[in-house]
């Protein structure tokens, strides 16, 4: 196997050069690849390959195209990763206070396996649960004021504090153990059942981690597959072998889920910031289509239309 050697940016140019990128009119490409890491860069060169197996560009194809599309991605990052956010707040809100109103709010009833389903296949994840909580709470409980007021002046950390330090993962798995009352009640607040919420939430988590850390996300697939909605039908989605092509698994799934779960006018704005800086980098592309992207995506080519409905 070849070895990865170190590369000066001069070097990192003449490599993408010789397979056919131009830098023409493109000012300093030596700060970009400096500032974004030429790996990483590098990695939303796909789509303006001569094939799959070819490591040639396309003929014509600039820097500033596949800088354009990397851009792109961190707009998405950013715009997703706050309406995640919004929506991790909701849900750790609704669940600590249904939980809180059904069994209790202190330490000695949402860590004890009483609380949780009584299926006997869920046992050892209920228990390795609790001890990833516990140790959540250990170590993060005196680094934020909230719990760290409770804990010195009244000893214990109610629910809907230590729901702050809890990670939106391990919240996510606390859902899959609640006893079936408990998961249908919060289902509700969001107007989805709890087949749908137990599917939404793994991948609301995956998305959320993936923005937080700057992963490559316009064409990521999270593992878990969401189930076919009425949006898929209302936007003629076609299929493919019985089963839609888009927005099962790709990050269009995930734009569904926020369709569902997010108040209206916090979704409308999301469409409108995603179409703006789809709008930008159609712009900036030549050599591909924005469909090409947008394929990668997930979106249908009427996605905006999702708001009408």
Known sequence: MGKKIFKTIDEQIDILKNKGLSFEDFNNPNEVLVRENYFFLNGYRHLFLKSENSSMFIEGTNFSEMYGLFCFDRQLRNILFKNIMILENNIKSIFSYVISKNHGYKESTYLDTSMFTKDSHKIKQINDLIKKMKRQIRVNGKQHNATKHYIENYGYLPLWVVVKVLSFGIVSELYCIFKKEDQE???????????????????????????????????????????????????????????????????????????EMLRKEDFNLLIHEISYEIDILEGKLKTININKVLDKMGFPPNYRDIVKF
């Open 185 to 259: 009640e919060i289902s509700t607040y969001f107007g989805v059942s709890v087949d749908n919420l137990l599917t939404y939430l793994p991948v609301l988590s995956n998305y959320r981690n993936l923005c937080a850390h700057e992963d490559l996300c316009y064409e990521h697939k999270s593992y878990t597959f969401i189930n076919p909605t009425k949006y898929h039908h209302l936007l003629n989605i076609p299929k493919e072998s019985n089963e839609y092509i888009y927005g099962l698994n790709d990050v269009f799934s995930l734009i569904i889920i926020l369709k």
